[in-house]
Nanobody, 122 residues
Framework: QVPLVESGGGLVQTGGSLRLSCTAS????????LAWFRQAPGKEREFVAC????????YSADAAKGRFTISRDNAVNTVYLQMNSLEPEDTAVYYC???????????????WGQGTQVTVSS
């Protein structure tokens, strides 16, 4: 059983928007910190944004600030990543992750989704 499942990826033009969703099952979602990471071909997986279990604290990578917003809805066990003003450099597979603490290190997260492809054309 896969605890996290991403959706919402796709192909958009530069300047477009997408909202990614990640729904969790089989884990204590309300007590988990959540994060989004991305990995482009030939590059390391990089941090995008994270949110604390309470939803009060959010942190974003410099490349995402002002364009991406992370949020969560514990009632439906879902974390979102609203992406606006997309650029070709945002093209990557986006992964959601869950862990005990909200950090920017991928190794700190115990649960991962399979990823959803985001492609931004110029």
């Amino acid at each position: 059983q896969v605890p996290l499942v991403e959706s919402g990826g796709g192909l958009v033009q530069t300047g477009g928007s997408l909202r990614l969703s990640c729904t969790a099952s089989g884990l204590p979602f309300a007590r988990s910190a959540l994060a989004w990471f991305r990995q482009a071909p030939g590059k390391e997986r990089e941090f995008v944004a994270c949110i604390t279990w309470s939803g009060e604290g959010t942190y974003s990578a410099d490349a995402a600030k002002g364009r991406f917003t992370i949020s969560r809805d514990n009632a439906v066990n879902t974390v979102y990543l609203q992406m606006n003003s997309l650029e070709p450099e945002d093209t990557a597979v986006y992964y959601c992750a869950a862990g005990f603490l909200a950090t920017l290190r991928s190794a700190d997260y115990s649960y991962w989704g399979q990823g959803t492809q985001v492609t931004v054309s110029s």
